[in-house]
């Protein structure tokens, strides 16, 4: 994976990066949107705990064959800015360093009233490329059976 941050362009002005590419054979996963809903189909009131939901259900989709710092590209759709700083939070205890690429919406609601937080992903990962099948020589006990 390479990061595209160009010194021609403003740098970031948060934890991620203005593009991300990766080489040829890719595996991918595209997330979907990602809600505070646990799997038992509560959602807590408090944002931050909302945050980690969404965070632990990214992580489970991502870590079946992947890791999280495969995610090349984050959206995020907040109901109310200022949970910025504790997105950020809990985003870090997930991702630490990586930054993928990333685009952010404060919006008026989401499909239930209670969800604060949506979250979608797309990780892609380089897989080795299929080797060729080797013909091996010939051994002279097979030459002699001809």
């Not at 403003?10 to 646990?38: D, E, K, W």
């Not at 807590?44 to 890791?67: L, S, T």
């Not at 797309?122 to 002699?144: E, N, Q, S």
């Amino acid at each position: 994976m390479k990061l595209h941050s160009p010194q021609s362009i403003h740098p970031p002005v948060g934890n991620y990066s203005h593009g991300v590419a990766m080489p040829p054979n890719c595996r991918a996963l595209f997330v979907a949107g990602q809600t505070g809903i646990r799997a038992d189909g509560t959602t807590p009131a408090d944002f931050e705990e909302q945050c980690d939901v969404v965070w632990q259900n990214i992580k489970a989709i991502v870590e079946d064959g992947m890791k999280l710092t495969d995610i090349v590209k984050l959206t995020v759709l907040l109901t109310d800015r200022v949970n910025l700083p504790k997105l950020a939070e809990v985003r870090k205890r997930y991702l630490g360093d990586h930054k993928p690429a990333a685009t952010g919406f404060v919006v008026a609601g989401l499909v239930r009233p209670e969800w604060q937080i949506e979250v979608d992903a797309i990780a892609l990962r380089a897989v080795a490329a299929p080797k060729a099948a080797v013909r091996k020589p010939a051994t002279k006990a097979a030459k002699r059976k001809k």
